[in-house]
């Protein structure tokens, strides 16, 4: 199996930018995609970003766009999130998830993180 945690959310302005970072553990973490999503208060749990194995494909939510970037560094089994321009809409909990499949369904995703909290101010 493999084991997931989230860190480097908080509270920053319209316009900012956050890292999150994501710890996956496991003897084949290396082998898994990885996905981002995230959830708003009262809201369901929405897609942000994935990218596979290799860190060669890589997939967005249109609204992240030119705004966010997936990466990861396998060497030290860590997956990252860059958001810049971040708007107020923006602001939920950021849940990494990870699976054998590239996906941008959060049902194919079988291990995930327990967020992290990413407030944006007006």
């Known amino acids: 199996q493999v084991q997931v945690v989230e860190s480097g959310g908080g509270l920053v302005q319209a316009g900012g930018s956050l890292r999150l970072s994501c710890a996956a553990s496991?003897?084949?973490?290396?082998?898994?995609?990885m996905g981002w999503f995230r959830q708003a208060p009262g809201k369901d749990r929405v897609f942000v970003a994935a990218?596979?194995?290799?860190?060669?494909?890589?997939y967005y939510l249109d609204s992240v766009k030119g705004r966010f970037t997936i990466s990861r560094d396998n060497a030290k089994n860590l997956v990252y999130l860059q958001m810049n321009n971040l708007k107020p809409e923006d602001t939920a909990v950021y849940y990494c998830?990870?699976?054998?499949?590239?996906?941008?369904?959060?049902?194919?995703?079988?291990?995930w993180g327990r967020g992290t909290q990413v407030t944006v101010s007006s």
């Open positions: 998830a990870a699976d054998l499949a590239l996906s941008k369904e959060e049902y194919n995703y079988n291990y």
């Open positions: 496991g003897r084949t973490s290396s082998r898994y995609a």
């Open positions: 990218i596979n194995w290799s860190g060669a494909i890589t």
